[in-house]
């Protein structure tokens, strides 16, 4: 009977692994943010002033891809920029053009998936 019970723990072992796999694979094949400017010099931050510029960024990391990235505002109205290019090793930024104080919500997707979000908050 301890040999049964050792043999399920070790099969749910390697089922648990593997189905972690593929979450880290894909979260590790983006690199996406918002940040306070749009230079590729700007730095991830959740809180921007109201007059500052904002981008969100995205490089995809393991190939070319077509990826979408989705705004919602404090108001709850969503806009999407959708079927952008991106080259593999390029860092692409769309230009979040809110001044309205409060949370934020950025979405991206690559092939319909969601592989990112990114809360921030603008302040003033």
């Not at 593999?88 to 104080?101: A, C, E, F, R």
Request: proline residues 4%; contains cysteine.
């Amino acid at each position: 009977m301890g040999g049964a019970k050792r043999l399920a723990l070790a099969v749910l072992a390697v089922v648990a692994l593997a189905s972690a796999a593929p979450a880290s694979a894909g979260a590790a094949a983006y690199k996406h943010y918002v940040a306070c400017g749009e230079s590729a010099q700007a730095k991830a931050k959740h809180k921007c002033p109201k007059q500052s510029k904002k981008g969100a960024f995205f490089k995809s990391l393991n190939g070319d891809v077509n990826y979408s990235v989705c705004v919602k505002f404090p108001t709850g109205k969503s806009i999407c920029a959708k079927a952008q290019p991106a080259k593999q090793g390029t860092l692409y930024v769309n230009k979040i053009t809110s001044n309205i104080p409060g949370k934020h919500k950025v979405t991206w997707f690559v092939e319909g998936k969601r592989v990112g979000a990114f809360f921030f908050k603008v302040t003033g």
